[in-house]
């Protein structure tokens, strides 16, 4: 079989089967092998591993997985896929096909029946109009993962490997690092696609974390005050958390808080990091639970 990650594999593909790319599934095939190349290598891929592959579209990154893990379990939302799968990679035992929205998928039982004790590991080029349900339904969800490897529209990659302080650092950014440590692997042209995307893409890595790097009374109310915090990225913290936060403290007492915590009210959100959060979110609950 010809490499399928190339204009030559997926053409000839193409033209063997009756397929339509769909707009709504945000399909674009993966054309360069120095991008598949770099995929595989930042996976760090072993006969050991399990790979959940989300989209695997026409199998450009399939095969070359294939090729290195002990078992693939790919994800497929487009029934008119399935067939170009199938044929193309049935006949391989480390090979399963789920005709499936992955967000509808019960992950933690289909690790239980098929990773046979294998190191879980996720790679995709995800659909960028749905990639930051996909990533949180993975982290939220407590899966038994070991690295997240996907391709996404670069902007994103660069709003999820912010700094604090900068305009691309958000709630995302900040939700990440309390589940993951990230990495840009490489930058992607739109022109390494078929058909060619509107955009640049990249490919950015998650290794999660074994236990979250900061220590919190109630993780509810972190993400709560993570996301008030960035509601309105123009106001300061105090103003934003009393308007948005749902904390039910009178505003005068909040700002006490604040300047008690060594954040201070007069700061945006933006600029906290998630060790800041933290230490605000704890204060809080401190306030919220005494007697």
Known sequence: MKVIGTVE???EILNRYPFVFKKKFGQNFLINPHTLDKIIEAADISEDDCIIEIGPGIGCVTQQLLSKAGKVIAIEIDNNLIPILEDNFGDCPNFTLINDDVLKVDLHQLIREQAQGKNIKVVANLPYYITTPIIMMLLENQLDLE??????QKEVALRMDAQPGTKQYGAITVALNYYTSSYLVTNVSR????PSPNVDSAVIQFKLHDKPPVDVKDERLLFQIIKAAFAQRRKTLLNTLFARGGLNIPKDELKTILDESGIGASVRGETLSLEEFAVLTNIIWDYQNKS
Not at 147 to 152: K, L
Not at 191 to 194: D, G, K, P, Y
Request: some cysteine; hydrophobic content about 45%; glycine content about 8%.
């Open 147 to 152: 690295t997240i490897t996907v391709m996404v």
């Open 9 to 11: 594999g997926t053409k």
């Open 191 to 194: 022109h390494c696609f078929m």
